[in-house]
C-alpha cells in the first residue's frame, strides 16, 4: 500500500500497478477539483450575504419615489429605473462621422460623469 501511495506521489507508477496509479489519480484530481468549486459556491454566496462594507446612510425621502420604498421594504427585490440628476452631455456624439468614434465617446462620457459623480 505504501509502495502504491509513493509511486503515486512521484508519479513513477510500478509497472503491475500502473493502472491503479492512474486510477488512484483521476480520482484524486476528481475530489479535489469538486472541493474546490464547493468552496469557491460557498464563499461567493457568504461574500453576497453580506451586504454594503461600512455604514450606510438612509436615502433621503425626497430622492427616492415612495413604492420603490414600499416595494423594498424587509430587503424585497423590485425593478426600478434611477434617472440621475446631473446628466452627461452626449450632443457632442451628433458632430462625430462613424458609428464606432459615437459609441467610444458616450461610453467615455458616461463613464467620466460616472468617476465624478458617485461615491466610493
Known sequence: MLADFACFL?????????YNCDM???ILLTVLTSLSLIAAVVSISQASSIGPIGPTE?????????????????????EFLVVMA????LSGADK??????????V??????????????
Open 10 to 18: 512521484a508519479y513513477q507508477p510500478r509497472l503491475e500497478s500502473c
Open 24 to 26: 488512484k489519480r483521476s
Open 58 to 78: 438612509p436615502p433621503s425621502p425626497n430622492k427616492i419615489a415612495g413604492w420603490v420604498i414600499d416595494q423594498t421594504s424587509g430587503g424585497a427585490p423590485t
Open 86 to 89: 446631473d446628466q452627461a452631455d
Open 96 to 105: 462625430l462621422p462613424t458609428k464606432a468614434e459615437k459609441g467610444r465617446f
Open 107 to 120: 461610453y467615455d462620457t458616461l463613464w467620466t460623469k460616472a468617476q465624478s459623480t458617485q461615491k466610493r
